[in-house]
């Protein structure tokens, strides 16, 4: 199976700043890596697909860089709704995986 | 606009089988070249996928689960379906169904989520 590793678990940030998430896969995956936003007790949301491509609907503050074993999610201008939890996902190969979460909390 | 609504059993008893469906709204199961997944996370954990149902009606499992798990399609009701067999407690999750794109280069991604449902593994 792919490991996927995030950093760092946790952060804290204020509205208005900038934040980066990493997301590290234990093998070279190209630009098959997605990230979900996840708000409590609701569903993921599909933020940015193929390492970069935002989807549709989404604020143009997400953007995600990265390819081979290193990505990133960078959000600039935190809003309220940002704080939630964050993961990556290959779709290099099955079985699909997730990172851990990262946790973005209101300082 | 594609909607997606999980139902089924929320409490199963352990050695029991886990049945659950999901409803597709705003569109139709069969068309747009679409697949479909399940992903589950238990209390306070991360996510896991269990398995996709491709359009072309095969299926692919996570390989921890492959023996206890089936997904299935109806087309008639526009809905897929999740079984899974022999539940411990340890299947205790939120499971949720998922809508599966692919871009023209070949990307996918689950684009469309469900809200989940609780199901608990208990006696």
């Known amino acids: 199976d792919i490991q996927m590793t995030q950093s760092p678990s946790s952060l804290s940030a204020s509205v208005g700043d900038r934040v980066t998430v990493t997301c590290r896969a234990s093998?070279?995956?190209?630009?098959?890596l997605n990230w979900y936003r996840q708000k409590p007790g609701e569903a993921p949301k599909l933020l940015i697909y193929?390492?970069?491509s935002l989807q549709s609907g989404v604020p143009s503050r997400f953007s995600g860089s990265g390819s081979g074993t290193e990505f990133t999610l960078t959000i600039t201008s935190l809003q309220p709704e940002d704080f939630a939890t964050y993961y990556c996902?290959?779709?290099?190969?099955?079985?699909?995986?997730f990172g851990q979460g990262t946790r973005l909390e209101i300082k | 606009q594609v909607q997606l609504q999980e139902s089924g059993s929320g409490l199963v008893k352990p050695s029991q089988t886990l049945s659950l469906t999901c409803a597709v709204s705003?569109?139709?199961?069969?068309?747009?070249?679409?697949?479909w997944s399940w992903i589950r996370q238990p209390p306070g954990k991360g996510l896991e996928w269990i398995g996709f149902?491709?359009?072309?009606?095969?299926?692919h499992y996570h390989p921890s689960l492959k023996s206890r798990v089936s997904i299935s399609v109806d087309n008639s009701k526009n809905q897929f379906s999740l079984n899974l067999s022999s539940v411990t407690a340890a299947d205790t999750a939120v499971y949720y169904c998922?809508?599966?794109?692919?871009?023209?280069?070949?990307?996918?991604?689950?684009?469309?989520w469900g809200k989940g449902t609780t199901v608990t593994v208990s006696s």
């Open positions: 998922v809508r599966v794109a692919t871009d023209s280069r070949s990307y996918y991604f689950m684009d469309v």
């Open positions: 705003g569109g139709s199961i069969s068309g747009g070249g679409y697949s």
């Open positions: 149902i491709y359009h072309s009606g095969s299926t």
């Open positions: 093998q070279r995956i190209a630009t098959y």
């Open positions: 193929a390492a970069s």
């Open positions: 996902q290959q779709s290099y190969g099955t079985p699909i995986t």
